[in-house]
């Protein structure tokens, strides 16, 4: 697969970045389409709208850590 996309969601699970931004991010990234609405939060809308658009560095605002 992709070395970028592997790079990246190890590097937000290092930096301790919300999993809905990661999951989000993931499926937004790999073009998946986005879940049933009643599952979507903001975390999720902002990971894939990164991963759709290939930004690799607008995690830091979701960081827990």
Same mark, same amino acid.
Request: net charge neutral.
């Given at each position: 697969? /992709? @070395?970028?996309?592997y790079?990246?969601? #190890?590097a937000m699970?290092? @930096? !301790?970045v +919300?999993?809905?931004?990661? %999951?989000g991010?993931?499926?937004g990234? =790999?073009h /998946?389409?986005?879940r049933?609405?009643?599952? =979507? %939060? +903001?975390?999720?809308n902002a990971?894939?709208d +990164? !991963?759709?658009?290939?930004?690799? +560095?607008g995690y830091?605002s979701? #960081?827990? @850590?």
């Amino acid at each position: 697969m /992709n @070395k970028t996309y592997y790079d990246t969601i #190890s590097a937000m699970e290092k @930096k !301790g970045v +919300d999993k809905e931004y990661i %999951n989000g991010w993931a499926c937004g990234f =790999l073009h /998946n389409p986005k879940r049933e609405e009643q599952r =979507l %939060n +903001d975390a999720y809308n902002a990971g894939y709208d +990164d !991963g759709h658009a290939g930004k690799t +560095d607008g995690y830091s605002s979701w #960081s827990k @850590k």
